[in-house]
């Protein structure tokens, strides 16, 4: 009883390293099953076992004795399915959690619905342009009058700097929904 003590996780992949293919869940059941001969004892969250019992008893169990003609499999796929079906259903939980929550906060007026912020953005873009068009042609007027200037060079002008500046604007809007997604996404956003 003064062997050593390792953990369940630990002690399944010695014994698969050494011949006895095992997962950390199906050792822990063997264990379970075999509470009389093997001893456990809590070590913090987990539990530890004595490695050189452990692996004589599963060298003198009968049932664990392979044909020597066909390897022996793991146990792990039937386990895979049902933890996979317990991660499905944790993961089903929290999105109806999540859903809840949404829906909440839109009732709340803490949400708006894409197609309205979509909506929105592109009536701000239109009204902007609209103005920066008003605006230009008053200014194209007063400063070929003020300056003694060409109106309709300047408005030429005019319309270039229109331009750069909604180019820029745009460029400006892209990265910010760009950093905006992107942490939902699992990434960081990017620094200016």
């Known amino acids: ?14 014994l698969t390293a050494a011949g006895d293919p095992v997962d950390r869940s199906t050792l822990s ?28 008893h599963r060298g003198e169990n ?14 792990a796929q039937p386990q895979r399915s049902a933890s996979s079906q317990s991660e499905a259903s944790a ?39 609209t103005s920066f068009e008003q605006a230009l042609e008053r200014e194209a007027s007063s400063a070929a009058l003020k300056y003694g200037w060409d109106e309709r060079t300047l408005r030429i002008v005019l319309k270039g700097f229109q331009r750069h500046g909604l180019d820029e604007f745009h460029r400006q809007m892209l990265k910010s929904i760009e950093a905006m997604t992107r942490p939902e996404e699992g990434q960081a956003a990017p620094a200016d």
């Open 29 to 56: 059941r063997y264990l379970k099953q075999h509470s009389e001969a093997q001893a456990v004892r809590p070590d913090g969250k987990s539990n530890l076992v004595e490695f050189g019992a452990l692996k004589a």
């Open 91 to 129: 993961r089903k939980l929290a999105a109806d959690a999540e859903m809840r929550e949404m829906d909440l906060a839109e009732r709340r007026g803490q949400l708006v619905p894409a197609s309205e912020v979509d909506r929105a953005g592109r009536s701000a873009v239109a009204l902007m342009q």
């Open 1 to 14: 009883m003064d062997g050593e003590w390792i953990s369940i996780t630990e002690a399944a992949a010695r």
């Open 62 to 75: 009968i049932r664990l004795k392979a044909p020597s003609h066909s390897p022996r499999i793991p146990a």
